[in-house]
């Protein structure tokens, strides 16, 4: 929808239009500055889902869902950003069937999407999302975009942590508050998704009972996180969002310790981190890893310690600093893709093709693994950057040099080989000499060591009935 000129005129919906769709269960619609929904809306007796996504919303009053069915369940009204929006606390009275709200990026401020949770008291709200309704550009002095929470805005807040809720999402809220408030989650809840991530918040969340499956902590200082999932009931977890956290000094004081908690872990998403290497067995401990996220990192090769991992269907591996693939991995790869299917991204990466990649450039066209592309850039050995897709039709022309390089080696490898088989057979058929020019050696150091001088050279003893055979002889 085209940005409209006036934000200061209403502007009227034909409920007379919408009003005969007395069977729909979801509707969705771009949001006007000041919108005004007729009567006809009410008959709209049966949908569940209300979803506003082209917003341009300015004022969010008590009668701008007035005429709605009290019916709805789920309501959208995401990145309303183009305006401030003024709300009034009454604004969602009209839905007291409401599950689910999301107003990401509609910017109200964060103290007023609290106030406007205030029909909710005690109500099965399963998912909130108010992430990023605070923003820079709206500070000011009645409105600071640093907000200091007291007990008065968050008397609201605490009734939305009951057992039925599935859902919370404090992503890029910052605020300070005193004294400290602690929001429990009780045990037996049905707590599963937690997104902390670029959160700054003096606010402390404990879990009883943990039954997290998802657990995303973007920018979010590591020793926090890990010490969260050191606890022994994160048995439940599925996937790990981690990205920017400065995780590379992480695995560097860690080493294999550092995920040793996380063993039911599925899905981990660890990009933007500037990691250049991984331990030895790091990641031994998640056997049942399926979807692996490594982009936007440093490292020059994929871990060989993945070959041990036969679950794996996705690995991201995009914008690091690889210069092929290995042998190994390869093998891997199209031994997931028959298993199970598998899907490899390789693109933003320094590949070379050269002699030694010969065999990745032919496996990236002839693999059945399911790649991010068919043609990545490479740079020849004289600095020319190709695609490896022009490297692969052209292969011959190339690398032709390669084969000189290829018999050169032969030959010096076949005359080292005869030249070694030679002086053995030499040393094979002149071992005695060889063997007796030793020992003379050896006894002549020994002679040396117990030498001494005698008067007479032989010494003969016999009897004395053998004189006469002596004297003769």
């Not at 500070?139 to 968050?154: E, F, G, K, S």
């Not at 320094?350 to 496996?363: K, M, P, S, T």
Request: charged fraction near 20%; glycine fraction near 4%.
């Amino acid at each position: 929808m085209p940005q409209p000129i006036e934000f200061d005129t209403d502007y009227d919906y034909p409920d007379h239009v919408f009003g005969i769709l007395t069977e729909l269960s979801f509707f969705g619609i771009d949001m006007m500055p000041l919108p005004h929904f007729g009567s006809g809306f009410g008959q709209m007796t049966t949908i569940k889902q209300l979803h506003f996504e082209s917003c341009y919303l300015v004022r969010l009053s008590n009668k701008t869902f007035q005429r709605f069915s009290s019916s709805v369940e789920q309501l959208t009204l995401r990145n309303c950003g183009l305006h401030f929006v003024a709300t009034e606390d009454n604004a969602l009275f009209p839905f007291p069937k409401l599950h689910v709200i999301d107003f990401f990026g509609t910017f109200m401020h964060l103290k007023h999407a609290l106030q406007l949770l205030h029909p909710y008291r005690n109500a099965n709200i399963t998912t909130i999302n108010f992430g990023h309704v605070s923003d820079v550009s709206i500070d000011r002095a009645d409105q600071p975009y640093v907000l200091t929470i007291t007990v008065d805005i968050m008397k609201n807040l605490c009734v939305i942590l009951p057992k039925s809720l599935e859902k919370i999402d404090v992503s890029y809220t910052i605020g300070h508050t005193f004294p400290e408030i602690l929001l429990i989650i009780p045990k037996n809840n049905s707590l599963t998704y937690l997104d902390v991530s670029y959160s700054r918040t003096y606010v402390a969340i404990i879990i009883l009972q943990i039954r997290l499956e998802t657990f995303i902590a973007n920018g979010v200082d590591y020793a926090f996180a890990r010490n969260q999932m050191k606890r022994p009931s994160y048995n439940t977890l599925k996937t790990i969002v981690w990205q920017n956290a400065d995780l590379n000094n992480a695995i560097r004081q860690y080493e294999n310790h550092f995920f040793e908690s996380v063993r039911s872990v599925e899905s981990m998403d660890i990009s933007e981190n500037d990691i250049w290497y991984f331990p030895e067995d790091i990641l031994k401990p998640m056997s049942n890893l399926t979807c692996l996220f490594l982009s936007k990192n440093s490292l020059q090769s994929i871990p060989v310690q993945l070959s041990d991992h036969i679950k794996v269907k996705m690995l991201d591996v995009r914008t690091n600093r690889l210069t092929s693939v290995s042998s190994a991995i390869r093998g891997w790869a199209d031994k997931m893709q028959e298993l199970h299917g598998m899907t490899l991204h390789l693109t933003g990466n320094a590949f070379e093709c050269n002699c030694d990649n010969i065999d990745f450039i032919r496996w990236i066209q002839t693999t059945k693994v399911d790649l991010d592309s068919r043609s990545y850039q490479c740079k020849l050995s004289n600095g020319t950057v190709i695609d490896t897709l022009i490297a692969y039709n052209f292969l011959y022309d190339l690398f032709a040099d390669c084969k000189n390089t290829m018999w050169l080696t032969i030959a010096f490898t076949l005359l080292s080989t005869f030249i070694t088989i030679s002086l053995l057979l030499l040393a094979y058929s002149k071992r005695w000499k060889i063997i007796f020019s030793i020992y003379g050696v050896i006894r002549r150091v020994v002679e040396r060591q117990v030498w001494k001088r005698y008067q007479y050279d032989v010494y003969i003893s016999y009897e004395g009935d053998i004189v006469i055979w002596i004297k003769m002889y």
